[in-house]
C-alpha cells in the first residue's frame, strides 16, 4: 500500500499554513510523539525554537551526511527548511543548500525561516521528489528526513536521487522502515494522526531499490521505534565513482604521504602524528600488496598497504594492513575498493589473516571494516597517549574463507 500524494500534499500544505500563522504545525499530537519525532533529534542545533518546532521528521540527516565546505546538497521534502538552514551553515558560502519540497505553503514558510535567519546560500523550490527539477550529476550530497516513506512511487525517487547525485556523490538520510512482519492490513492502518505510513520498506526492501537504482557501498541501520512495528532509520549510500584502483609504486609517492598525513591530521586514524619519509613508508610495507585508488585525473585519493606481523614461519599467513583515504573523499566507496583489492592480492598469495586496530571513536572506519568482512575481537585498554588523552584500540581481523581453512 502506498500513500495517496494529494491527501499527504494536504496535510503538510494545512500544516504549514498552520506554523505561518503563528500556531505551530499540528501534527505531532499523539502520546509520545515529541521523544520519537520532530525537534528532540536536533538537540543542541543553535536554531531558533520557531524553525525546529516546524520539524517533521523522524531523525537528524545532518547527523548522518558528513558535508564540507563548498559542496552542493539537496533536501528532499524539505519541509520548513530547518535541515537545509543547518546544511547552509556547514556547506558555507562557497556552498549551495537547495530544499526540495512539493508545496507552495512549505517553501514560502522555508523561506521565511532562511530571510530571517539571514541564510544566503539556501534556496527552496517547488517539486516532486520522484521528478527533481535539477540537472544530472549537479548535487555532491542528498538528504531527507522521513519524507520517501511517503512516496507513492519509490524507484523512481531513488532513480531521481542516483541521476542528480555527482559520481561519487552520496546520500544519506533518515526515514520510517517497517518490520518484515507487517501485514497489509497493518500498513492499511497506518494512515493516522503522526503520519501516513502505510508505505513503509522493509530494510530488505529499501536496500534492493538502491541498488537497483545503480547506488553502492548501502548501509542501513534502524535507530529508535517510531510505532508498532516501524522504526526509524539511517540509510547511506553513494554513486559509484569512476575510480581506478592500481598498484602503488614510486611515482604515488608524494600523493600518498599526503593522504597519510590527512589522515593523520583528523586525530582519529593513528598514534602517529607525522607521515613518514617515503623510504621509511616503503621499507615497513611488503611490495606486492599495495594499492592506490585514482580518479580519472589520476589523483590519489586513497591507499592500502600490509605489514609483516612477524618474521617466524607460523605468521608467514598474517598481515597488519593500512587504509587511508582523503577526508574529502570519505563516503564515496573509494575505502571499500582499497579493501577489495587488498583482500583479493593477499589471498592469491596465500595469506589468511588480515588485522588492525582501530580508535573506538573512529566509527566510519569500523562500518567500513565491518562491511568488509571484518570482525572485532576485543578492546585493548587505554594502550598509549595521544594529543594529551589515554586511548584505546579496537582489534579487528579478517580471516580468509578461501585460504587456511
Given at each position: 500500500m502506498n500513500p495517496d500524494r494529494d491527501a499527504v500534499g494536504d496535510r503538510y500544505a494545512t500544516a504549514a499554513r498552520r506554523a505561518l500563522a503563528g500556531e505551530g504545525t499540528g501534527l505531532l499530537t499523539g502520546a509520545g510523539d515529541a521523544d520519537r519525532l520532530g525537534a528532540v533529534h536536533y538537540a543542541g542545533e543553535d536554531m531558533p525554537a520557531a524553525v525546529t518546532a516546524t520539524s517533521l521528521g523522524c531523525g537528524n540527516p545532518l547527523a548522518v551526511a558528513d558535508l564540507h565546505p563548498g559542496e552542493t546538497v539537496l533536501d528532499l521534502g524539505s519541509g520548513g527548511g530547518l535541515d537545509i538552514l543547518l546544511s547552509a551553515r556547514?556547506?558555507?558560502?562557497a556552498g549551495r543548500a537547495i530544499g526540495l519540497d512539493m508545496t507552495d505553503e512549505m517553501v514560502t514558510l522555508a523561506r521565511r525561516h532562511a530571510e530571517r535567519a539571514g541564510v544566503t546560500n539556501a534556496e527552496f523550490v517547488k517539486g516532486a521528489i520522484e521528478q527533481i527539477p535539477l540537472p544530472d550529476a549537479s548535487v555532491d550530497v542528498v538528504i531527507s528526513n522521513c519524507v520517501i516513506a511517503l512516496s507513492p512511487d519509490k524507484p523512481a525517487v531513488f532513480a531521481e536521487i542516483a541521476r542528480v547525485l555527482r559520481p561519487g556523490g552520496r546520500l544519506g538520510i533518515t526515514d520510517?522502515?517497517?518490520?518484515?512482519?507487517?501485514?497489509?492490513?497493518?500498513?492499511?492502518?497506518?494512515?493516522?494522526?503522526?503520519?501516513c505510513l502505510g508505505g513503509a520498506l522493509t530494510a530488505e526492501a529499501y536496500r534492493a531499490l538502491l541498488r537497483e537504482a545503480g547506488l553502492g557501498g548501502i548501509d542501513v541501520r534502524v535507530t529508535h521505534e517510531v510505532g508498532d512495528k516501524l522504526h526509524s532509520a539511517?540509510?547511506?549510500a553513494v554513486r559509484p565513482m569512476p575510480i581506478s584502483i592500481v598498484a602503488l609504486t614510486a611515482e604515488h609517492a608524494g600523493q600518498v604521504l599526503a593522504v597519510y598525513q590527512a589522515g593523520l591530521d583528523t586525530g582519529d586514524a593513528s598514534?602517529?602524528?607525522?607521515?613518514?619519509?617515503?623510504?621509511?613508508?616503503?621499507?615497513?610495507?611488503?611490495?606486492?600488496?599495495?594499492?592506490v585508488a585514482l580518479d580519472p585525473a589520476g589523483t590519489v585519493l586513497g591507499?592500502?598497504?600490509?605489514?609483516?606481523?612477524?618474521?617466524?614461519?607460523?605468521?608467514?599467513?598474517?598481515?597488519?594492513?593500512?587504509?587511508?583515504?582523503?577526508?574529502?573523499?570519505?563516503?564515496?566507496?573509494?575505502?571499500?575498493?582499497?579493501?577489495?583489492?587488498?583482500?583479493?592480492?593477499?589471498?592469491?598469495?596465500?595469506?589468511?589473516?588480515?588485522?588492525?586496530?582501530?580508535?573506538?571513536?573512529?566509527?566510519?572506519?569500523?562500518?567500513?571494516?565491518?562491511?568488509?568482512?571484518?570482525?572485532?575481537?576485543?578492546?585493548?585498554?587505554?594502550?598509549?597517549?595521544?594529543h594529551g588523552r589515554w586511548r584505546d584500540v579496537v582489534m579487528i581481523e579478517r580471516r580468509s574463507t578461501a585460504v587456511g581453512r
Open positions: 556547514r556547506v558555507g558560502p520510517i522502515l517497517a518490520d518484515d512482519t507487517v501485514t497489509d492490513a497493518e500498513r492499511a492502518a497506518r494512515a493516522d494522526a503522526v503520519e539511517i540509510i547511506r598514534f602517529e602524528t607525522t607521515a613518514p619519509s617515503w623510504a621509511t613508508w616503503d621499507a615497513a610495507h611488503l611490495p606486492e600488496h599495495r594499492w591507499w592500502t598497504a600490509v605489514s609483516a606481523v612477524s618474521a617466524r614461519c607460523v605468521y608467514a599467513g598474517v598481515v597488519e594492513h593500512s587504509v587511508y583515504v582523503h577526508p574529502r573523499e570519505h563516503g564515496r566507496g573509494v575505502g571499500h575498493a582499497l579493501l577489495r583489492a587488498l583482500i583479493d592480492s593477499t589471498e592469491q598469495a596465500g595469506i589468511w589473516t588480515i588485522h588492525s586496530g582501530i580508535f573506538p571513536e573512529n566509527t566510519a572506519s569500523r562500518a567500513l571494516h565491518r562491511r568488509a568482512g571484518f570482525r572485532e575481537i576485543g578492546t585493548r585498554e587505554r594502550v598509549g597517549c595521544h
